[in-house]
Each structure stands twice: as structure tokens, then as C-alpha cells.
Nanobody, 124 residues
Framework: VQLQASGGGLVQAGGSLRLSCRGV??????????IGWFRQAPGKEREGVSC????????YYGDFVKGRFTISRDDANNKVYLEMNDLKPEDTAVYFC????????????????RGQGTLVTVSS
């Protein structure tokens, strides 16, 4: 199973981008999985940005993105989106989506299926 991320690009600080995540393997039913967005900047560790739980179980946001990013899912088309507003230079990173835990004490602590990410660059 592979999750394909797209929608990254170069944007000025304060701008917006919408990332898309799509399950590319036939038979992958996204509604059965918690799906998260993660990011990794050069020289930094991976961090969890946001996740959406399986079967409409809710969502979670990292403290650094609350109020700026919104995660949504379109399970009919096996897609998850991340709407990013008021982007800051520190948001610059490769963003990728992956199946993960998204509930209780299991919030984005592990990754199972993922794909290559998409680069987001925010200029000051």
C-alpha cells in the first residue's frame, strides 16, 4: 500500500497551500485507517502535523499548527487533505501522509503505509 502526497510548492509567508493524500493501491479503503500528515525538515526529526481517525473518529493537530491547518477526508475517493493557511518559514519541510494511530494515547506514534512526500517551501 502506498499513499501519494501532492500539492506542495513555494509560497510566501502568510500564504496557503492544500496538500492531498491518495491511496494508490486498488482495494485500499481509507475509511478503515487513521491517516496522518507528517513533516520532516532538513536536519530535524520527523514530527506529526495532524491526523484523522478511522471511521470519522475525530482529528488531532500538533500545537504548532492549531488554528492554521485543517485536515479533512474524502473516503469515497480514498483521499485526505491538509489545508494550510498562514504559512510560516518554519513550516518549510517535506510533508508526507501515512497510516497511523489517531486516538487516545496513540497519536501519530507509529507509521505503517506511506509514500514519498511533497516539498513545502515558505519564503519570508
Amino acid at each position: 500500500v502506498q499513499l501519494q502526497a501532492s500539492g506542495g510548492g513555494l509560497v510566501q509567508a502568510g500564504g496557503s497551500l492544500r496538500l492531498s493524500c491518495r491511496g494508490v493501491v486498488p482495494g485500499f479503503y481509507s475509511e478503515l485507517y487513521g491517516i496522518g500528515w507528517f513533516r520532516q525538515a532538513p536536519g530535524k526529526e520527523r514530527e506529526g502535523v495532524s491526523c484523522t481517525a478511522a471511521l470519522n473518529g475525530g482529528s488531532y493537530y500538533g500545537d504548532f499548527v492549531k488554528g492554521r491547518f485543517t485536515i479533512s477526508r474524502d473516503d469515497a475517493n480514498n483521499k485526505v487533505y491538509l489545508e494550510m493557511n498562514d504559512l510560516k518559514p518554519e513550516d518549510t519541510a517535506v510533508y508526507f501522509c501515512a497510516t497511523t494511530g489517531c486516538g487516545g494515547d496513540d497519536i501519530m506514534k507509529w507509521i505503517n503505509y506511506r509514500g514519498q512526500g511533497t516539498l513545502v517551501t515558505v519564503s519570508s
